[in-house]
């Protein structure tokens, strides 16, 4: 059970840690899931990989999210046993026959994705040629205007998508299109793109039931990211110009949660301008490699946040790997010495979800904060995109 402080400094006074510690803000995810269902015309699915800590799912439940995208069957089990009520869409093209199975027969999941006849088939057969399945094919799209690109894995294009689909709506009690634009993706165009390429397979197919937008809206980490509600109007703006009559979904995992945690962690030694810190790629902050120095990150005592002139650090994580290295500019108040803490804001998507045990280090600890969390200042934005 994760303890409560009303700060991260109030935490490090109180239980003077020597591990990272995994800060949750409920209360900004309940509200910032509030905010985007209420912005969105259809189902809000909540990528559950994205983060899967409960107090996460529960705060999502509260905020409205009913929804959540599923992507394995421990994620099934972990949301319907913590929301008995909660409806699993189980939206990875590639699954198990023994997982669809347990998914149908036991969860009551009825949407599965698939890219390939051979799923299709699989899907028919684990679940006994249910008559009551909506099918949702995945498309291939272009991944310009995303920070992380989801290309090369998953989807279908062109002639084998009409074939598909026009196979599935066969079997289905509905069908469905699906795609991902990728992540942190800063261009609402980019899903007018897809959206144009799903209507030519739909219209092509003879319409379809369903259209789920995937996910990618960006969280704000720069701060100067185009809001969900610009998404929303593009995306409803081109299913109206291709015709498309169906209902809309959308998969968001990093817009719901990022601003909703923190990691704290140790500076175990400074060389110039480079900290050594006790987490790091394998821990809570691997996107701080992947994405960049995006990132807010304050400095923080227990007697409180220290604030001042800011210069810019290399970060290096805890282990003997030199991948565990997380290069800047990340601005952080210049006087940082041994034993201080970072505490690295945006940190609720692919964090704690993405940790490993490498070299020992280990620590799950997790709290909860009351406090209103932060942005990153805006005066670090033109030193940042000048480096
Ligand atoms: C199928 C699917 N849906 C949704 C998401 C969530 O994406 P994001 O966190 O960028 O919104 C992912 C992320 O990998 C995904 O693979």
Redesign the pocket.
């Known amino acids: 059970m994760a303890e409560t402080f009303g700060s991260a400094a109030a935490l490090l006074s109180l239980r003077s840690p020597d591990h990272p510690v995994v800060c949750i803000r409920p209360h900004l995810i309940e509200e910032r899931a509030r905010r985007v269902v209420g912005a969105f015309p259809g189902d809000v ?1 909540y ?1 559950v ?2 983060n899967d800590t409960p107090v996460v799912l529960e705060a999502l439940w509260r905020g409205g999210v009913r929804h959540f ?1 599923t ?1 394995s069957i421990g994620e099934v089990r972990l949301v319907k046993r913590l929301l008995p009520r909660a409806s699993c869409h189980f ?3 590639v699954k198990s026959a023994e997982a669809i199975a347990e998914a149908y027969h036991e969860h009551g999941v009825r949407r599965f ?1 698939f890219d390939h006849e051979d799923e299709l088939a699989k899907i028919l057969a684990a679940t006994d040629n249910a008559r009551d399945l909506e099918l949702f094919l ?1 498309l291939a799209v272009p991944g310009q205007g ?1 920070l ?1 690109s ?1 290309t090369g894995k ?1 989807g279908v294009a062109g002639e084998e998508g009409v074939r598909l689909l026009r196979r599935a709506r066969t079997v289905a009690a509905a069908v469905g299109l ?1 795609f ?1 634009v ?4 800063l261009d609402p165009e980019a899903f007018a793109r897809a959206i144009a390429i799903a209507a030519e397979v739909a219209h092509a197919a003879g319409g379809v039931d369903h259209l789920d937008v ?4 960006p969280a704000r980490y720069r701060g100067d990211e185009p809001p969900f509600e610009a998404f929303v109007r593009r995306i409803q703006g081109a299913v109206f110009a291709h015709r498309l009559d169906c209902a809309l979904q959308c ?6 949660v990022a601003d909703g945690a923190s990691v704290l962690a140790r500076v175990e030694l400074r060389r110039d301008q480079a900290l050594y810190i006790n987490d790091g790629v394998y821990g809570n902050l691997a996107e701080l490699k992947w994405i960049g120095p995006l990132f807010p990150i304050r400095l923080v005592r227990p007697s409180g946040v220290v604030t001042g002139e800011r210069a810019a650090f290399d970060l290096f994580g805890p282990t003997c790997d030199s991948i565990d290295s997380m290069p800047g500019p990340h601005w952080i108040v210049r006087e940082v010495k041994e034993g201080d803490w970072l505490e690295v804001g945006m940190m609720g ?2 964090s704690n979800a993405l940790r490993t045990r490498f070299n020992g280090f280990a620590s799950s600890e997790i709290a909860i904060l009351r406090d209103p969390g932060w942005y990153r200042p805006q005066a670090d934005l033109a030193p940042a995109l000048a480096a």
Request: charged share 15%; proline share 6%.
């Open positions: 699915l990528a990989k994205c995208d992507a939206m990875h093209p994705a995945r995303s992380l989801l998953f699906t991902h990728g992540s942190q993706c995937g996910g990618g809206f998969e968001p995992g990093r817009l719901l998507a692919y």
